[in-house]
């Protein structure tokens, strides 16, 4: 697949490489990987951007450790590239902000196979793979290509984030790859990102998640309201599924003029992406993988917000089976 995507860029000039919107240490390292391959193999002048914000700590640490360059996708004039790349989500997945006009030459994920992919010039999306990293990782392997150190990091941070962390799965595959990197790795730059000191308001997230959370049988919900960045209802979510006796976790809130979701299942049985895709059938986007999965949904002029939340707390009830009753507070 990697010789497919060297021909594709082979020609061209400039290449926009996008991750998805309020990007992930997964796309964050799949892009940054990608970049650093296609420059030394090609010196091809690659930017990498995205939409949204970078939320999480976490990831604001692995982008200053590992001295990753990314601009803010609507700062840029897509017209000025001639090849582009989108990883780790796809054209229609509704998590990437690609103007009108515009379609990738190159699509790279491991998420829920889209139609409309096939429409790129050349596509590799592995469902069996935990995470685009990986598929990286292997690019690099194929080419016999060497892993500086920020790429390394970078690489294993964003395969382990999406593999091992609480919520998700792992398999082989991505631990192969995982062991591929590590003799490669800063593990002084991996606990800086790991660890990274934590905002106030990160601190007042945490209050107000837990003020404004409900139990039901196995399922936290939680409705956070307007959050300050799409991330911290995905790390409210992974907080919430370690509770004792919750199988599932959902947190919802609002930035601007869309709700986002998270949901997070303790066990893998139970497709989770699926889940999220029915749930917001009609009214928004959504998609993950086996125990973690997330959506977006829009607010215009015919919902309110607080609408949503009623609807998509009734869908997500049915659909996972808990009783509807009485809830209980934390
Ligand atoms: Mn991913």
């Known amino acids: ?63 200053k450790q590992c001295n990753i360059e990314l601009y803010p996708s609507t700062m840029l004039d897509f017209s000025r590239y001639d090849g582009l790349i989108v990883v780790d989500t796809q054209p229609t997945a509704g998590n990437v902000y690609i103007p009108k006009g515009f379609f990738p030459d190159i699509v790279i994920d491991h998420h829920n196979f889209r139609e409309h992919t096939k429409l790129a010039k050349v596509y590799d999306v592995r469902q069996d793979y935990g995470s685009t990293s990986s598929i990286i990782v292997e690019y690099y392997k194929s080419l016999s290509l060497e892993f500086d150190q920020n790429t390394a990091t970078a690489l294993f941070y964003g395969i382990r984030t999406d593999t091992v962390g609480a919520g998700r799965h792992n398999n082989r595959i991505d631990l192969t790859m995982m062991s591929q990197v590590l003799p490669h790795i800063s593990l002084r730059k991996l ?25 039901y049988e196995s399922l936290i919900f939680c409705n956070l309201n307007e959050v300050r960045n799409a991330d911290l209802i995905a790390e409210t979510s992974d907080f919430f599924l370690r509770m ?53 949904i829009p607010i215009d002029r015919n919902t309110s917000y607080s609408n949503i939340v009623d609807e998509i707390k009734k869908r997500l009830i049915r659909k996972i089976k808990v009783k509807v009753s009485e809830p209980k507070n934390i």
């Open 1 to 63: 697949m990697i010789k497919n995507i060297i021909d594709t860029i082979k020609a061209k000039r400039k290449i926009l490489i996008l991750t998805h919107n309020n990007p992930d240490p997964d796309t964050i390292a799949s892009a940054f990987g990608l970049k650093n391959l296609l420059c030394r193999l090609l010196q091809k002048r690659c930017t990498i951007a995205y939409h949204g914000i970078i939320g999480r700590a976490e990831n604001r640490e692995l982008v």
């Open 191 to 215: 606990s800086k990102i790991e660890t990274p000191e934590l905002p106030k308001y990160y601190f007042k997230n945490i209050k107000s998640a837990l003020d404004n959370s409900q139990i």
């Open 244 to 296: 004792r006796d919750i199988k599932w976790a959902f947190v919802i809130g609002k930035v601007d003029n869309m709700a986002f979701f998270s949901l997070r299942c303790k066990q893998t049985k139970r497709k989770v992406g699926m889940i999220a895709l029915s749930i917001v059938k009609g009214i928004g986007t959504g998609g993950g993988h086996m125990k973690s999965a997330g959506g977006q």
